[in-house]
């Protein structure tokens, strides 16, 4: 199975206390903000995909597999 990579950035804005929580959150579970959203990524694209998503797969990868062709 190919590794991630993980060059890509995604910024979000958000209200400051529930940054503050969801970082006193994601630190209760010994985990880092970027660990819990990377996580919370996959599990969007595998339900929306309605199967696994491997590191390595693009778009076009998805596209094939899913039979939707260009979007």
Not at 43 to 64: A, K, S, T
């Amino acid at each position: 199975m190919p590794i991630e990579t993980r060059t890509a950035r995604l910024t979000v804005l958000i209200d400051p206390d529930k940054k503050a929580v969801f970082e006193h959150l994601c630190a209760q579970e010994d985990q880092t903000p970027s660990q819990v959203v990377r996580r919370l990524i996959r599990d969007y694209i595998e339900l929306r995909l309605g199967q696994p998503w491997e590191p390595g797969q693009n778009l076009e990868d998805v596209r094939r597999k899913s039979g939707r062709g260009k979007q």
